[in-house]
């Protein structure tokens, strides 16, 4: 919001003029507090204290033009855990998470089972995860290792 003229304070009888500037990917909804209306150019009168809001709506977002799944690379032992997270971006690089609505998958071979976007690992080996929302698909790598077993060791004088 710009107001005009600007300065801290302001007389009695003064006549500001209050725009409603938005930022690209947001529109201008309406004056709230001492000023109503949704005209984004507004004059108010200081005739006593005043409290104005401007109030903002974020756009749609334009159709998704690229994927991106992460973590990518990924990194785990065998029967461990690894959630993935999808984001779809615009033309005009605004970005969303898409994660719910994303089909993840692991290539064939790699064993192991998808709850959601989390994958438990099956077997060891360097795999493709790859992700599908809507028309759009990408990929990132996973390589599974064998888990580090530490035995203790025990020491013995003869």
Do not use: C
Not at 106 to 128: C, L, P, R
């Amino acid at each position: 919001m710009v107001s005009e003229p600007v300065q801290a304070t302001y007389h009695y009888g003064e006549v500001v003029t209050l725009t409603a500037e938005a930022e690209d990917g947001w529109t201008f909804t309406g004056w709230g507090g001492d000023l109503s209306g949704d005209a984004s150019l507004e004059t108010i009168t200081m005739d006593e204290g005043k409290s104005v809001t401007a109030t903002f709506s974020q756009d749609a977002p334009l159709p998704a033009v690229k994927l991106t799944i992460t973590p990518d690379p990924g990194d785990v032992t065998v029967s461990q855990a690894i959630a993935y997270t999808a984001m779809a971006e615009d033309v005009q690089g605004y970005t969303w998470d898409v994660t719910s609505e994303t089909a993840f998958s692991i290539e064939a071979g790699a064993g192991g089972s998808w709850t959601g976007n989390v994958y438990s690992s099956g077997k060891v080996g360097d795999w493709t995860v790859t992700g599908e929302y809507k028309e759009l698909t990408d990929t990132a790598s996973l390589t599974v290792n064998l888990a580090k077993i530490f035995l203790p060791v025990v020491l013995r004088n003869h």
